[in-house]
């Protein structure tokens, strides 16, 4: 095993994220939502960082309800700038709100943010990259990464001795589906 796969388990925050999210499919777009959100707060900083914050990010995001956060004004935006259970930075937190617009403009168009996602699908990574930039604020070329390969979209998440490998491999999430058609990363 290598990398997180042999330094998470038995950690305290990092060991069930490893073992029970961490490059599993998301449909849900909610979801999905905190996962971005999640991402784009990790920029800078240590993932066990956002790991220690998770449950806080929840109750400041209002549960990472996208229709919620997109009608966030300046109230709320004011109320997350001053809340210590998150990140206090003013661009994650006004990437966080646009892109919850930006996704509602996605449900429409597309049905759901999980849909859009699935329609775009397989791309490699730079090209995932170029169409986040396209659509959404704050999204680089590692977050789009990491958000991808925490969702199931690329692959990378686990070692392929890590036994949470094969527990996703049998959910065969989007990389795998489009490996077994030829595509590589």
Known sequence: MSGYCRVAPGHEFHGPYHA???????????????RLVL????????????LKKQDSFRAAYSNFE??????????????LLNDAGIIRNRLK???SIE??????ALQRSHGSFASWLAEHHPLAKP??????????????????????MSIGYLPGAHAEDCPVYRKIARQKPAWIQAAAKGMKY
């Open 20 to 34: 029970g999210h961490y490059g599993f499919p998301i449909a849900d777009d909610d979801l999905l939502f905190e």
């Open 39 to 50: 991402e784009i707060n990790q920029a800078g900083l240590s993932w066990l960082t956002i």
């Open 66 to 79: 996208i229709a919620k956060v997109a009608r966030y004004g300046d109230k709320q935006r004011a109320r």
């Open 93 to 95: 937190v006004d990437a």
């Open 99 to 104: 892109n919850a617009k930006r996704i509602q």
């Open 127 to 148: 090209d995932w990259v170029k169409l986040f930039k396209r659509e959404f604020v704050f999204t680089g070329g590692e977050i789009v990464g990491e958000f991808l």
